[in-house]
């Protein structure tokens, strides 16, 4: 008995020993079915989320490389949430909503939104020009905004119309017109024919940077002009 249970241990022996080694199974690789990964914040309010949403796509940032710095509830006076730009029609009725601001590539800017964050307004500005007048008759408005939004009026083309500048300028347009922003401060230009000329041109510039230069040349003046007056040609393209 003895005998016979040894040798069926080692026929067990022989048989595990001589049997295919088990291979590790992989799931099949298919991009496709992978969860795409996201750096949406869960954290935020409806308001929050929308601002942060907004700025990412105008600079083009991801939102980990925005920071929130504050929001606070706010009776906005009318629909467009206190911030009407020329051409814009806006309801007059208080608006509850939020203030939010936020920080990011070294520009802190606000956004205004209602209160459950379907309606958003840029509230800071970078540069805003106008052109009136003339024998052609402008009557042309432009808004830029610091966090990259840009919005525009004109008669002769009876339309209001917002873009972004990411979409509108290069690269190098964008860093240029940074560059200007954390050189030049406050800066008022009036390029406008003299009073009393006939058919008379009023052209005007406010310049709102970070910088402490707040004199300009005359062909840097000269440059600004022909860059605003540019960006509101390609928006209305």
């Known amino acids: 008995m003895k005998k016979v249970l040894i040798e069926i241990i080692l026929l067990i022996l022989i048989v595990t020993a001589c049997a295919p080694e088990a291979q590790a199974t992989q ?5 496709d079915e992978q969860p795409t990964p996201t750096h949406t914040r869960v954290d935020l309010t409806p308001a929050q989320r929308v601002a942060v949403s907004a700025l990412s796509e105008n ?27 020329a051409g814009l029609t806006c309801a007059q009725v208080i608006t509850p ?42 009557c042309d408005d432009m808004t830029v905004y610091l966090s990259g939004e840009v919005h525009a009026s004109s008669c002769n083309q009876d339309q209001y119309v917002e873009g972004q500048l990411i979409d509108i300028l ?12 954390s050189k030049y401060g406050n800066v008022n230009i009036d ?9 008379r041109m009023v052209v005007t510039l406010t310049f709102i940077g970070t910088g402490s230069q707040q004199t300009l040349s005359r062909s840097t003046e000269q440059v600004l002009l022909t860059f605003a007056q540019e960006l509101h040609r390609q928006l209305y393209k």
């Open 27 to 31: 799931a099949p690789s298919n991009t």
């Open 170 to 181: 290069s690269e190098d347009e964008i860093t240029k017109f940074d560059e200007w922003l």
């Open 59 to 85: 600079l083009g940032l991801t939102v980990d490389k925005i920071r929130l710095v504050s929001t606070e509830a706010v009776e906005w006076p009318d629909g467009c949430l206190g911030v009407a730009d």
């Open 97 to 138: 909503g939020f203030r939010v601001r936020l920080e990011a590539d070294g520009k802190k800017v606000e956004y205004r939104t209602n209160q459950d964050g379907t309606q958003i307004r840029p509230a800071t500005l970078a540069m805003t020009w106008k052109r009136e007048g003339g024998i052609a008759g402008f």
């Open 191 to 199: 390029a406008s024919d003299p009073k009393g000329v006939a058919d």
